[in-house]
């Protein structure tokens, strides 16, 4: 498959700049795999288009106050975007600026002590690995900001707006945005309606917004990231598989944990946890997942691979074709923007 194949055009006026409130005003688009045309719902019609006995699993990851601003020893400025943790007080970031060597001493700024940062190690570009002069759990949650995506230009005025309201495992760069669109009376509903609820943790790398560069995707090399599915939760898909129920993902990150956790059991969801290289495209067939809340992606993107390859055989156009429709009916597109029911 060639690259360009995933472009479409999306004029900016379609991308949601701000989120909607209350959080599950948002529209749904209820595409079938079957292969029928889409239809138009809110998001709260999730009560009636799924069913008793079916499963959602969300990804509990909650977003890292992860954007630091710090100064060099001559004055200078330099913003550190945290990506991952290597231990307590050492971290791979992006520093943002110039002169960022090894050795340099970058002093935090904003708070009432100072924390320091020595960089030990250059990698890529402007990727660093420094080591920081106390554990990052004592001060990133009141010296750091929460980074939003680069096509998000509006100030975020509460940023836990960009939290799910069940984030509990702090790690990831970017949030899971179809977990955005549910409230906590709208999760108590479905309970209600006898769809129960299962959680997998996946923590979202800044690789999720980067375009395929390649000219073809089979020559892209897919970003790892760290999932873990429970015991429990492996118990929960297979009980609701057994019972008839259906598997559905909240999100292409939910979706890659589960699909993960089944490559590496023969099909089979088992408890699984560690670093997930999946590259889900076209003609990867779905063991574990029957169904998919998924918002709308950017082009290029692995995410609409991902997408495209759970509608099956003519997955990509019926997918365009789905978001040609949407930008025709006004929704909202990408992180803050409206959803997608595909089962």
Known sequence: ME???LDYQLPAEFIAQTPLEPRDSSRLMYLPRSGEFATNHNFTDLLHLLR??????????????????????????VELLLLRALGARQWIVLAGGRGVAVGS???????????????VQAL???????????????WLESLGRVP????IHAPLRDPERYQTVYARHAGSAAAPTAGLHFTPALLDKLLQCGIDAAYVTLHVGLDTFQPISAAAVDA???????????????????????????????GTTSARVIESAAAACAGSVREFEGETRLFVKPGFEYRAVDGLITNFHLPRSTLLLMVAAFLGKAGLPRLLQAYTAAMQGGYRFYSFGD???IV
Not at 52 to 77: E, H, I, M, P, S
Not at 148 to 151: A, C, K, M, V
Not at 228 to 249: H, N, P, Q
């Open 220 to 250: 892209h090399s897919i970003h790892s990231e760290w999932c873990k599915l429970s015991a429990e939760t492996a118990a929960k898909i297979a009980a609701t598989r057994a019972a008839g129920g259906r598997v559905v993902a909240v």
């Open 339 to 341: 959803a997608m029911l």
């Open 52 to 77: 008793a006995g079916d499963l959602l699993v969300f990804n509990d990851t909650r977003v890292l106050a992860a954007r630091v601003a710090a100064r060099k020893q001559t004055g200078g400025k």
């Open 3 to 5: 690259t360009a194949e």
């Open 148 to 151: 939003l995506p680069p096509y």
């Open 124 to 138: 890529q570009a402007s990727a660093r690995v420094v080591e920081f002069s106390a554990p990052v759990e004592t």
């Open 105 to 119: 001493v970058l002093e935090l700024a904003g708070g009432d002590k100072p924390v320091h940062a020595r960089v």
